[in-house]
């Protein structure tokens, strides 16, 4: 009788466990799934995995008091190695995995090609780095959001700091032609030809993965460029800063928060020195940012790299506002987004109509002593 009875329980809890899983009702759809489409491979990875990681600590301090709306939350992490024909397939594995929103992407031209994927699925996206202006102001993409400021704002800081501070008259405006650097340089291009103090003397892009950009780098010097404006992103500003120096050109470097990153200095050396670059303004004492950078040494042991308190923050912002919402319904979480504050190492933040978080801006940076140092 004992070995009917455990024969039938066996069974039972058997069938049990195949009813859950073809229904798809097992343990993991008792999750809320996080998606992260990020770059983790490649040049341009040392953006991409902070975020990973900024996303890994926020989901285990999450889960550790609860979850969201009492469920734990299940990170699910694509790499779209922030190439746009990458990235729809990126944006594709994970509308399939079932997320509910997305942290991501990293790259202007990779959020761009995942955006309308998330659209169709009526997913929500949240980028921390995402500063072509368009993937807001557009009106395109109502399901994007993002906690940094766009390139308009970022050109216009490194135009009136070339202008006011350098005083500078005569400004090159160079790009990768790709959405983000050729979107920036387009604006720094237009502020600077709105000024009746300044003139654009060279315009051009370069092809992205050269090894030599000593043509180019020949043509501004010809140009009497009193400084040089570069839109992208640092592999490509490396190795044209270093060709600069090498021929003697001294004239200001500025550049973007694609340069902003300590794989600059490390690749261009002892180039670097004296580069300015715009980037996410310093909130290095607030208390969550200080919290979140101890976490980060602890679980990580290094300092946290590029754009992880803009993850961090998008990963609290998303996770606050489904739990804000009472539900994953994609209008209820667009409006709590837009209505309620959350507290992030960015600041008390929400977003505009548009998407853009409000109260996030750019600040000046300088390369010094091998180190970006903020300009106050």
């Known amino acids: 009788m004992k070995r009917n009875c ?21 343990l993991a759809a008792d999750t809320i799934k996080l998606g992260v489409g990020s770059v983790l491979s490649g040049d341009l990875a040392s953006y991409g995995i902070p975020t990973v990681k900024a996303a890994e600590l926020v989901v285990k301090d999450i889960n550790a008091k609860g979850g969201v709306l009492g469920k734990q939350v299940e990170l699910v992490v694509e790499d ?17 995995e079932g997320v509910t929103v997305v942290l991501g992407h990293i790259c202007s031209g990779a959020t761009k090609a995942a955006l309308g994927i998330y659209k169709a699925s009526n997913i929500i996206a949240m980028s921390p780095s995402a500063t072509n202006p368009a993937l807001t102001q557009s009106g395109d993409y109502p399901n994007f959001y993002r906690t940094i400021a766009s390139d308009d704002a970022q050109a216009k800081l490194e135009v009136d700091f070339a202008l006011d501070i350098l005083g500078v008259k005569k400004i090159a405006v160079l790009h990768d032609k790709g959405d983000y650097g050729k979107g920036l340089a387009e604006f720094a291009k237009k502020f600077i030809e709105e000024d009746p103090r300044s003139e654009v003397v060279f315009y051009e892009g ?42 003697k050109m001294k004239i200001p470097f500025i550049s973007d928060d694609g ?22 303004m310093d909130v290095s004492s607030n208390p969550m940012a200080i919290a979140a950078n101890e976490e980060h040494k602890a679980a990580y042991g290094e300092d946290p790299g590029a754009f992880f308190l803009n993850g961090y923050a998008a990963a609290l912002a998303l996770l606050h506002g489904i739990e804000n919402a009472g539900s994953t319904d994609y209008d209820a979480i667009s409006k709590a987004l837009k209505t309620q504050y959350v507290d992030t190492p960015l600041g008390k933040i929400k977003f505009d109509e548009k998407g853009d978080a409000i109260g996030v801006g750019f600040a000046m940076y300088r390369v010094q002593n091998g180190a970006y140092v903020e300009l106050k």
């Open 206 to 247: 370069i092809t992205v993965g050269a090894m030599d950009y000593s043509a180019v780098v020949q043509k501004i010097k010809r140009s009497g460029a009193d400084a040089l404006i570069f839109g992208g992103y640092h592999p490509e500003a490396s190795k044209i800063v270093s060709q600069m120096r090498k021929k």
């Open 6 to 26: 455990g024969k039938i329980l066996i069974v039972a809890v058997a069938t049990l466990f195949l009813t859950l899983s073809l229904s798809g009702l097992g």
């Open 259 to 280: 340069v902003k990153d300590d794989t600059f200095i490390k690749v261009a050396g002892r180039y670097a020195e004296g580069v300015y670059a715009t980037g996410p």
């Open 80 to 96: 779209d190695q922030c190439k746009p024909e990458v990235a729809t397939n990126t944006a594709t594995k994970l509308v399939g």
